[in-house]
């Protein structure tokens, strides 16, 4: 099993930054890919960032340019630093891990308002 712990979330202005973090615990394994999801309320869960074993990144269209995502391979940690929030951006962030099968955190609130 793997645990997944996220920290960070709150409330952000329009045009400001925040930045999530997601520590991994418990039978981490090498080859594995971690990144975050979100959900917004009244719809389904969206892709938002991943970050491979080797470094690859890949990005939803929603927030490529805006949000980067990067990990502590040590640490089993992954970090995702968005800027230039949008009141679009406003969701529950899931962190996910992902090897063979998925792991999800228990949620994050991240809220975009003036």
């Known amino acids: 099993q793997v645990q997944l712990v996220e920290s960070g979330g709150g409330l952000v202005q329009p045009g400001g930054s925040l930045q999530l973090s997601c520590a991994a615990s418990g039978s981490v394994f090498s080859g594995n890919t971690m990144g975050w999801y979100r959900q917004a309320s009244g719809k389904e869960r969206e892709f938002v960032a991943h970050v491979t074993n080797n470094g690859r990144t890949t990005y939803g269209d929603s927030v490529r340019g805006r949000f980067t995502i990067s990990r502590h391979y040590v640490k089993n940690t992954v970090t995702l630093q968005m800027n230039s929030a949008k009141v679009e951006d406003k969701a529950v962030y899931y962190c996910?891990?992902?090897?063979?099968?998925?792991?999800w955190g228990q949620g994050t609130q991240v809220t975009v308002s003036s």
């Open positions: 996910n891990y992902r090897v063979i099968q998925n792991y």
